[in-house]
């Protein structure tokens, strides 16, 4: 750790994790590997790669959207949720002060203050209803306000990385005949994909970044390892 | 909101939101949206079931595996970041109380609490490195301690409710010969089962149970009907 380091503390590298590159880390971990085994799956019982096209895209349409509409969903359940959860507080705090001032005191005691200031912070925070409501929302019930344009913003961006990761196993099935000749070069470039992706992911979640990689890779590998294995012996 | 329910504030309710539910409701969202929009797009291009029970079952273990292997990673991860994050601070609480001092009296300004306040709270929570780093994990970084043994059992979970729910929009093609009489039974099926689940859904996320019922179908819907236009698109 150098001293530069020591003299920032580590707001900003938390700050990496950001809500798009969230996005784009869930939609090509799987835009990466379901349409790979999937078509490493049917090249396991198929010659011809004609089939693998039509379910690879079938499956790439399924899956974005599946997962596009889904992250839109979430975000709109976490709005709503949100301001459910914040009339209910107002409501409470307006009903039930007794109730609502004895959770705050709660709070500060089990940040390990004491009676005395415990008593000064309910009564300190409790004067202003908003911002008494906002400490019972953030820190009792853990909700941070929700940006009601993520929704739409996360929807599009699981989509489209889901399509761009779900493309790089497709495409040498474009180019070859054969399915298993096809397959070796998906295998190749998609593990490569993996490899390359599961570096940046885990740079982005913070762990080491090679293992990360490795372990996305192997996830991968195994996923279209027991896809063809089924897929050959429901075949046979 | 009745009286009963004003003296229980709503502390049970949120608990609903169970890790294990959570674990169920990703795993069978994808589980009975890909398989079947899937089948239904395959379904759009070739006659016999044969492929699509083959591709299906291929997309499932595929999918299962992608799902349950990133749920455990994502496990794993959590718990490691916790860690890290965890020395860090005992770290700079060691190297540099001044300034981790001002982070924690930034967090007390922050809840809106008077200067004199803010002082003697800093002052009694820095007492205890314990309390002081805790305070840092959780209020600072928003960490909570991950169960260790969470990975697994998410993993688990997930990959399950992915098998359960890709089998029943795949059940129908296992009894017809024609693709397009067993994508018929499987819509029908299959939108049931989405309304259903999205209903239980929506009642542990505590939305309009019947608006998210909608909701969970009008996706699966969309979904298979493009991968059907997709795939009948390429065919023709």
Redesign the interface.
């Known amino acids: 750790?150098t001293d530069t380091h020591?003299?920032h503390?580590?707001a900003e590298e938390?700050l990496l994790s950001s809500a798009t590159l969230t996005d784009i880390v869930i939609g090509m971990?799987?835009g990466l590997?379901?349409p790979?085994?999937?078509a490493?799956?049917?090249s396991?019982?198929?010659q011809g790669t004609s089939?693998i096209?039509?379910?690879g895209?079938?499956?790439i349409?399924?899956?974005s959207?599946?997962?596009g509409?889904?992250g839109y969903?979430a975000g709109k359940?976490e709005v709503?949720?949100y301001h459910?959860e914040l009339k209910?507080e107002y409501?409470?705090v307006e009903?039930?002060p007794h109730?609502?001032k004895q959770?705050v005191k709660d709070f500060?005691s089990s940040?390990?203050?004491?009676e005395e200031?415990q008593q000064?912070?309910v009564d300190?925070?409790t004067k202003?209803k908003k911002?008494w409501v906002d400490?019972m929302m953030k820190?009792e019930?853990?909700l941070d306000e929700p940006d009601p344009k993520r929704a739409r913003k996360s929807a599009f961006n699981i989509s489209i990385s889901y399509i761009v990761g779900g493309l790089i196993p497709l495409c040498p099935y474009f180019f070859f005949k054969e399915s298993i000749e096809a397959l070796k070069i998906s295998t190749v470039i998609t593990l490569i994909a993996l490899f390359v992706f599961g570096y940046f992911k885990s740079r982005v979640?913070?762990?080491n970044a090679w293992v990360?990689a490795l372990?996305?890779m192997v996830?991968?590998a195994?996923?279209?390892g027991?896809?063809?294995g089924?897929?050959r012996l429901?075949?046979s």
């Open positions: 750790m020591l003299h503390p580590h938390h971990s799987d590997t379901v790979f085994a999937l490493a799956g049917i396991g019982a198929v089939l096209i039509i379910a895209l079938a499956e349409a399924a899956g959207i599946a997962m509409l889904g969903l359940t709503d949720h459910a209910r409501d409470e009903k039930l109730i609502e959770e500060f940040l390990g203050l004491s200031v000064k912070a300190e925070v202003d911002k400490l820190y019930l853990g979640t913070g762990v990360g372990r996305v996830i991968g195994i996923a279209a027991c896809a063809f089924i897929a429901i075949q």
